[in-house]
């Protein structure tokens, strides 16, 4: 049987063949995720992303973290990202949504009718930053590919990772994969912070917590 790394080398080099991806090799992690970044754009591209959305979203409802939270941040899809904007028709919760300012995000209360397009074509809030983040529950955390121990490959600006290491309290942190993006690892480096579940359409994933 194929290990985890020799399936992802085959795949990407499936991708190179079909002329996807510029290379074939894997040289370091930082290759492999500019790599994996480039696979998982193409691919959301030939996946029915509001079926899968809707999946991912019943999972997520279905969780008792979930049914917990009152004051919840999450990121505002766009593209072929899994949906978010479905979850704001539940008004049992309190939404936030963030916000680009420099390289840092801030946490903005949500509302449907103070909303702007950012320089990234997302929308953001036009209302005052949250001043006390502690208030915040939970965390929805966005990614183009995840492993199944929460770690996460975003877009590679890294103001989640940022944002995340100066929190004070602990939320629980989620994201969002669609299952064909989901690996058993994606070799995390040391500034790296995990997720604490992970939602597929197909599954719910709890990261392993090292004793």
């Known amino acids: 049987m194929l290990g985890h790394s020799q399936i992802l080398n085959k795949n990407l080099f499936n991708f190179f063949k079909k002329g996807l991806i510029n290379s074939p090799f894997l040289c370091s992690n930082y290759f492999m995720k500019n790599e994996i970044r480039i696979y998982a754009k193409k691919l959301r591209q030939t996946l029915n992303i509001q079926d899968l959305s809707k999946k991912i979203q019943k999972n997520l409802f279905s969780l008792e973290e979930y ?15 899994a949906r978010t904007v479905e979850f704001f028709n539940d008004k049992t919760k309190n939404w ?4 680009i300012e420099k390289t840092d995000l801030k946490i903005c209360p949500y509302d449907e009718e103070k909303l702007y397009k ?11 930053p949250l ?17 199944k121990n929460g770690y996460r490959i975003g877009y590679g600006k890294g103001f989640y990772d940022r944002f ?22 994606i070799f ?23 004793k």
């Not at 995390?188 to 917590?209: A, H, L």
């Open 188 to 210: 995390p480096e040391k500034y790296d912070i995990s997720c604490d579940i992970i939602i597929t359409d197909k599954e719910i994933y709890r990261k392993i917590v090292k």
């Open 118 to 128: 950012n320089k990234y074509n997302i929308f953001e809030s036009t209302l005052k």
């Open 96 to 99: 936030f949504i963030p916000k």
């Open 67 to 81: 049914k917990k939270a009152l004051n919840i941040m999450t990121y505002y899809s766009f593209g072929d990202e």
């Open 131 to 147: 001043e006390d983040i502690s208030l915040i529950d939970m965390i929805i955390i966005p990614c183009l590919a995840a492993d």
């Open 164 to 185: 995340l290491s100066k929190l004070k309290h602990n939320p629980v942190k989620i994201t969002l994969v669609f299952s064909p993006l989901l690996y058993d690892s």
